[in-house]
């Protein structure tokens, strides 16, 4: 039930992204990097909810397994607040006229923030050998989808070389995520895992948009709504059991 009480405040920040992509479509940047900001807090703030709760939890009852998804939470809230800081430094690229080293930052924390819950889902996962097949598959796909991205983009060595551990990490994130959902079916592990997904997704989007020849208008605030809505979904599994 306590995730009912988080829908008032989810709509909250669902407004502020929708006022942050029309700020940043009006060329409106500065204004887009507060709204930005303040969207992401949104997510960052339920998060640590949801850890502060979870470690309750392991305060009350001091079971091993409490414990441990008391740690696996902590360290998602860590990663959403590095998405909050990727989200302020991609579009601090905008408000200055070279941006590619802010931008490089952003990247880096979203990477930060995708091995923080690669590390919350290995926490909580108790088949090894299907820690190892998760590993193995998310290996793979990265693998064949960076192939398929390179063929399609043009962009400097810095960003490829950026790009194939971002993408590596995220694909292999998502791909753990689902191993522990097939092993160990949980509401909260379903939400993180369609969270993952549409994260996975939005970057693909966002890479396209970036450093493709054939970008759409659609793709922009396809990146970013998909985007909010999977850190949305991934703070929100901390309330599901």
């Given at each position: 039930m306590q995730i009912v009480f988080l829908l008032p405040v989810a709509f909250f920040g669902f407004i502020l992204q929708a006022a942050f992509i029309m700020s940043e479509k009006m060329e409106q940047y500065k204004k887009a990097v507060v709204l930005k900001g303040l969207a992401s807090l949104?997510?960052?703030?339920?998060?640590?909810?949801?850890?502060?709760?979870?470690?309750?939890?392991?305060?009350?009852?001091?079971?091993?397994?409490?414990h441990t998804n008391?740690?696996?939470?902590?360290?998602i809230a860590i990663g959403l607040f590095f998405g909050l800081v990727g989200d302020v430094c991609l579009n601090l690229r905008l408000v200055?006229?070279?941006?590619?080293?802010?931008?490089?930052?952003?990247?880096?924390?979203?990477?930060?923030?995708?091995?923080l819950y690669l590390a919350a889902i290995i926490l909580q996962m108790d088949n090894l050998y299907a820690l190892l097949i998760g590993v193995g598959a998310g290996i793979?796909?990265?693998?064949?989808?960076?192939?398929?991205?390179?063929?399609?983009?043009?962009?400097e060595k810095v960003f490829k070389i950026f790009?194939?551990?971002?993408?590596?990490?995220?694909?292999?994130?998502?791909?753990?995520?689902?191993?522990?959902?097939?092993?160990d079916f949980s509401y909260g592990a379903l939400l993180f895992f369609i969270g993952a997904v549409l994260f996975t997704a939005s970057d693909v989007v966002l890479i396209f948009n970036m450093f493709s020849e054939h970008k759409k208008?659609?793709?922009?605030?396809?990146?970013?709504?998909?985007?909010y809505l999977g850190q949305m979904l991934i703070a929100a599994s901390l309330f599901v059991a």
């Open positions: 949104v997510f960052v703030g339920i998060g640590i909810l949801g850890a502060l709760l979870a470690n309750s939890v392991v305060a009350i009852g001091a079971l091993n397994a409490a008391g740690i696996a939470a902590m360290l200055f006229q070279n941006g590619k080293k802010v931008f490089l930052a952003g990247i880096a924390a979203f990477l930060i923030g995708h091995l793979a796909c990265a693998a064949g989808l960076l192939v398929w991205i390179f063929k399609n983009i043009t962009a790009g194939i551990f971002y993408v590596g990490a995220v694909v292999v994130m998502t791909a753990v995520a689902a191993a522990k959902l097939i092993t208008a659609w793709m922009r605030p396809t990146n970013l709504s998909l985007y």
